[in-house]
Nanobody, 127 residues
Framework: QVQLVESGGGLVQVGGSLRLSCAAS????????MGWFRQAPGKEREFVAAFRGSGGITFYADSVKGRFTISRDSAKNTVYLQMNSLKPEDTAVYYCAVPQTTSWLVDLKARRTYDQWGQGTQVTVSS
């Protein structure tokens, strides 16, 4: 059974930083990779960042490139999302997710790639 537990969300002022964590059990990030998505009120869930399990290639949405960094601690099977220079438009519930396959062919930016999701953590950026 796969379980993902996010933490680290909260309220921060514009320009501030937060670090989200996602601890996993039942599936190893080093094999499957992992993605972060977010969903703002009234909007679709959108891709934020991801990495491939083998090789660790990272991907970012254009809106967060240069501000957010995805990283992992393989020993803890935990993935982090460091968020800097936060903007009001970053306000959303953030979800971590694990792909359903270790295949290199999957599109890590697509929601359909993932079959296991965390419960989400709220990030609110105040102006």
């Amino acid at each position: 059974q796969v379980q993902l537990v996010e933490s680290g969300g909260g309220l921060v002022q514009v320009g501030g930083s937060l670090r989200l964590s996602c601890a996993a059990s039942g599936r190893t990030f080093s094999s499957y990779g992992m993605g972060w998505f977010r969903q703002a009120p009234g909007k679709e869930r959108e891709f934020v960042a991801a990495f491939r399990g083998s090789g660790g290639i990272t991907f970012y949405a254009d809106s967060v490139k240069g501000r957010f960094t995805i990283s992992r601690d393989s020993a803890k099977n935990t993935v982090y999302l460091q968020m800097n220079s936060l903007k009001p438009e970053d306000t959303a519930v953030y979800y971590c997710a694990v792909p359903q396959t270790t295949s290199w062919l999957v599109d890590l930016k697509a929601r359909r790639t993932y079959d296991q999701w965390g419960q989400g953590t709220q990030v609110t950026v105040s102006s």
